[in-house]
Structure formats: structure tokens, C-alpha cells
């Protein structure tokens, strides 16, 4: 399981049980997760940014995003910024059955791409049953019994 660390927000039970997901805006830096079957896939907007600026830590159950966007140096005055700069971060909480010891991280296109696999041990799996060797079951049993001559 992967959460947002937010700060709280009233609003978030009641999208929860309406069953919609949430869409906004993050300044800086948004960010959409999904699950291809063992994996979580965690995708942040980041164009524009020096990929050398960011930053990909985890310290216990926390992941953490840090990333720079700086303004070009020797443009002049400008008329309109909007585009934000500065230094932006994300922090995800980790599930316990989640390995991140094979995270893996790609930034491509203005996009950071983490790849978080689910560890082994969390994985659905079957579960075989042992049973007895007896050949025969209680209805077989039963069978035998009504057709057994009597003396």
C-alpha cells in the first residue's frame, strides 16, 4: 500500500466514500499512482527540472521526492512567470510489503517514473492442502457397508 502525506484535509473522507478519485492541482510537483499487478507505479510532472537537482530518499516507511526548477539566468525582466520554481517535495508512506530495496527510478521527458515492486512474501499465493492417505471416503465406506452379505 502507498499513502500521500498530506496535511489534513476535511474533504478527502467524503471523495473517499463517494468513490471518486481525487483530482487537483499540486504546485510544483503532481504526482499520479497506480498498481500494474506486483508493482506500484508512481509518476511525478517535473518538466523543466534538472534531473541532477532530484532527489529520491526512503528512511523507514517514508519516501521522499525533493526536486529544484530554476528560472534561466540572463533572460531579461519578465512580463509573465508563472510557471513555479523553487525547491519542490513529495513524501509518500510506504506499506510495510513493499521492497524497497529494488526501487527503481527513471526520468524521462520531464516525467520521474519510480517503479516500487511488492516483496515476495506479500504476493498472493496458493496454499496447498495436505490430507490423509486414505483411499477411501465416507460415502464409499457407507456403499460397501449396504451391499456387505449379512450372516
Do not use: C, W
Request: proline share 7%; glycine share 8%; charged share 25%.
Amino acid at each position: 500500500m502507498l499513502l500521500n502525506y498530506d496535511p489534513f484535509d476535511p474533504f478527502r473522507a467524503l471523495e473517499r466514500l463517494a468513490g471518486s478519485p481525487r483530482q487537483q492541482a499540486v504546485s510544483g510537483m503532481p504526482m499520479d499512482v497506480h498498481r500494474a499487478g506486483d508493482h506500484f507505479v508512481a509518476s511525478f510532472d517535473l518538466p523543466g527540472v534538472d534531473p541532477g537537482s532530484i532527489d529520491v530518499s526512503v528512511e523507514g516507511n517514508a519516501l521522499t521526492v525533493t526536486a529544484a526548477r530554476t528560472a534561466p539566468s540572463g533572460n531579461g525582466d519578465y512580463l509573465v512567470a508563472e510557471r513555479p520554481r523553487g525547491r519542490y517535495s513529495r513524501q509518500l508512506l510506504l506499506g510495510r510489503d513493499l521492497d524497497t530495496d529494488r526501487l527503481h527510478a527513471s526520468y524521462t521527458d520531464g516525467v520521474l517514473t519510480l517503479t516500487i515492486p511488492v516483496m515476495e512474501k506479500a504476493k498472493p499465493r496458493r496454499i496447498e492442502i495436505e490430507h490423509s492417505g486414505a483411499t477411501t471416503s465416507i460415502e464409499s465406506q457407507a456403499h460397501e457397508q449396504e451391499e456387505a452379505p449379512t450372516s
